[in-house]
């Protein structure tokens, strides 16, 4: 005699649940598969370790541990002021602000893709582009002279590249110094200006979710993210050095 199986709905699911078993054996198989996975590659694959340092014989390119790659790779677009300090600055204050701006209303706990999408495709795009991509860049890409080599070229260690970096200014045409400065200033405001609006235009629902105050925060910090990688393009496409030069700092 067959029976008819009714499907369980949202309702018929229980509230909470206990974080034993449930959480902690899925945690506790995580862990597992983890540290398997890592026990066969570190038998598997073994660590690319050099010979002892030699004060003598400087390696070209010289290459800083891979983790920190991704900051080496960005001192060739900008200065070391802002690769050196302000990146990682506002890198780790970034993270540091995620539980105070991305807020939801309906409480903790409500982390998943469906619920957090905007931000999970933020946080993604910043840890795999100027992450992850600057660190397989500065790891396969990168050989002597700290020149860029595509996987099929050769490294040759006497490669001579001649760059003819310009400042957007001047590309468009402002040779006088101050005018430069005014056309530098103008394009970065710009920008902020424009990307802040466009942002609370289409998230205008989040401002009272948010806030003013939390919401500008949020804007600032992914127009900055974002602008890393706009810098990056134009300094790889068209040889662009500064978007905004003046006597006391240079962008």
């Not at 127009?223 to 300094?235: A, Q, S, T």
Request: net charge positive; proline share 6%.
């Amino acid at each position: 005699m067959a029976t008819a199986v009714k499907k369980k709905t949202a309702e018929d699911l229980p509230e909470k649940v206990h974080v034993w078993p449930y959480l902690v054996r899925l945690e506790f198989l995580c862990s597992l598969i983890v540290i398997i996975g890592l026990a066969v590659w570190s038998i598997v694959i073994d660590a690319p370790l050099e010979e002892a340092a030699n004060p003598t014989k400087t390696p070209n390119p010289s290459k800083a541990p891979w983790y920190f790659l991704g900051l080496q790779d960005i001192l060739v677009y900008f200065d070391p002021w802002f690769a050196g300090v302000i990146a990682p600055v506002l890198i780790i204050v970034g993270l540091m602000l995620i539980p105070y701006l991305d807020v939801n209303p309906k409480g903790n706990g409500y982390y998943t893709y469906t619920e957090r999408k905007f931000a999970i495709w933020v946080y993604s795009f910043g840890f795999l582009v100027l992450w992850i991509a600057l660190i397989i860049m500065g790891v396969f890409l990168r050989g002597p002279g700290w020149n860029l080599f595509m996987p099929w070229q050769y490294w040759d260690p006497h490669k001579v590249v001649a760059l003819v970096n310009v400042d957007l200014p001047y590309a468009f045409g402002f040779r006088d110094y101050w005018y430069s400065a005014a056309f530098g200033f103008s394009v970065v405001l710009g920008y902020f200006i424009l990307g802040t609006a466009g942002y609370m235009f289409l998230e205008r629902k989040a401002i009272k979710n948010v806030g003013i105050l939390r919401m500008l925060l949020k804007i600032n910090l992914l127009l900055i993210m974002i602008g890393i990688v706009i810098k990056i393009v134009l300094r790889l496409a068209f040889n662009i050095k500064y978007i905004m030069v003046t006597p006391w700092i240079n962008i």
